[in-house]
T-cell receptor, first 114, second 114 residues
């Protein structure tokens, strides 16, 4: 089955700096890669996603890149702000009419200090 | 608010007991997913239902079972509870079964087994 590795497990940056979180996946059939943000005590919320036919996607200060050959994808947050502090999870999934599951990485705790 | 509701919010019980967690998906969503979140294992996929039928299964223990009812709400039954079952249990829903559709997470049920 699919396995997703996520690094680093913790990341501390100064406000205004960039943050990069990297994930690798094992199943070459995976074709959908969402990123979720989870604030303390709250539910995970989708912040950006990318499909396997796209190499990069941007949404304001957030971008995701995908390298299918190397089976890795990354989240880039620019101009970080204190409210970006949270746990970020990457995930991989296979689109299948029979059923699908998000396989998550173990998460990265991002701390942005002002 | 994602539109996904889960009850109860908190549940405290003893080892060996059985509990039922309930989830109501967003209006119009046919697919329901259950995830377990613990400190050491992160977010783990348990099971997926689509329009009443089981569609995908993760590392769900035999002591756990789930179903989706005709009104599309879902229940996760946990029996013979052990201390290690203490975790946050999330339900998520999406429109369709394929992975490209965003999964919206509920607020979770925190289960404590004493």
């Amino acid at each position: 089955g699919e396995n997703v590795e996520q690094h680093p497990s913790t990341l501390s940056v100064q406000e205004g700096d960039s943050a990069v979180i990297k994930c690798t996946y094992s199943d070459s059939a995976s074709n959908y890669f969402p990123w979720y943000k989870q604030e303390l005590g709250k539910r995970p919320q989708l912040i950006i996603d990318i499909r396997s036919n796209v190499g990069e996607k941007k949404d304001q200060r957030i971008a995701v890149t995908l390298n299918k050959t190397a089976k890795h994808f990354s989240l880039h947050i620019t101009e970080t702000q204190p409210e970006d502090s949270a746990v970020y999870f990457c995930a991989a999934s296979t689109s299948a009419q029979a059923g699908t599951a998000l396989i998550f990485g173990k998460g990265t705790t991002l701390s942005v200090s002002s | 608010d994602s539109g996904v509701t889960q009850t109860p919010k908190h549940l405290i019980t003893a080892t060996g007991q059985r509990v039922t967690l309930r989830c109501s998906p967003r209006s119009g969503d046919l697919s329901v997913y259950w995830y377990q979140q613990s400190l050491d294992q992160g977010l783990q996929f348990l099971i997926q239902y689509y329009n009443g039928e089981e569609r995908a299964k993760g590392n769900i223990l035999e002591r756990f079972s789930a179903q989706q009812f005709p009104d599309l709400h879902s229940e996760l039954n946990l029996s013979s509870l052990e201390l290690g079952d203490s975790a946050l249990y999330f339900c998520a829903s999406s429109v369709m079964v394929a992975s490209f559709h965003e999964q919206f997470f509920g607020p979770g049920t925190r289960l404590t087994v004493l």
